[in-house]
């Protein structure tokens, strides 16, 4: 198993608040992307980095934000949540081409 | 823009059949990838096709890469009951990255 860490587990915030949501690897890679999941659902790209000081926007962006200031380091911050927002959230990692990704267990978040 | 078809969505079998899932891309790709994520859990990566025809074993798992490299297969023999969950194949091609839709499996005892 490879060594890529999500913290919360589970998360239940009211509307309106801030949060952010911890992705952490050990492995070195320099790919990390974050998803966005329903329970059995697609798997949708919110946004990926391909190193430090790089983020993309993927598929939905538009209400969340990334930082990439170390290398094993990679959190997704909501400025204010929203119910629609409730889903569970996973973090992954590679390295650069086209290699295998590695997830982390995910957030579940819970947005009253 | 790209798209990505994975049949059958879902797909119920007794314990002991064989289960096959397919991805079909409108365009040539450079390579895929297959993940299984169990249910409750995280997407865990299979294995990767490169080369247009090729085939790989894992066990009980085939996987194959169709010869215009457009297509590919994912076939288990004799399915047991670990073998429940969704089957996602995954590409990039240019900038984009994209999932199929992913296919669940059910097996029944």
């Known amino acids: 198993e490879a060594d890529i860490y999500q913290t919360p587990r589970y998360l239940v915030i009211g509307t309106g608040k801030k949060i952010t949501l911890e992705c952490s690897q050990t492995m070195g890679h320099d790919k990390m992307y974050w998803y966005q999941q329903d329970p059995g659902m697609e798997l949708h790209l919110i946004h990926y980095s391909y190193g430090v000081n790089s983020t993309e926007k993927g598929d939905l962006s538009s209400e969340s934000t990334v930082s990439r200031i170390r290398t094993e380091h990679f959190p997704l911050t909501l400025e204010s949540a929203r119910p629609s927002h409730t889903s569970q959230y996973l973090c992954?990692?590679?390295?650069?081409?086209?290699?295998?990704?590695?997830f982390g267990p995910g957030t579940r978040l819970t947005v009253t | 823009g790209q798209q990505v078809m994975q049949i059958p969505q879902y797909q119920h079998v007794q314990e002991g059949e064989d289960f096959t899932t397919y991805c079909n891309s409108s365009t040539t790709l450079s390579n895929i990838q297959w993940y299984k994520q169990r249910p409750g859990g995280h997407p865990v990566f299979l294995i990767q096709l490169v080369k247009s025809g090729e085939v790989k074993k894992q066990k009980r798992l085939t996987f194959q890469f169709g010869e215009a490299k457009k297509n590919s297969s994912l076939h288990i023999t004799a399915t047991q009951t670990t073998d429940v969950g969704t089957y996602f194949c995954y590409f990039a091609y240019g900038q984009n990255f994209v999932f199929g839709p992913g296919t669940r499996l059910s097996v029944l005892p």
């Open positions: 992954a990692s590679s390295e650069l081409g086209q290699g295998a990704k590695y």
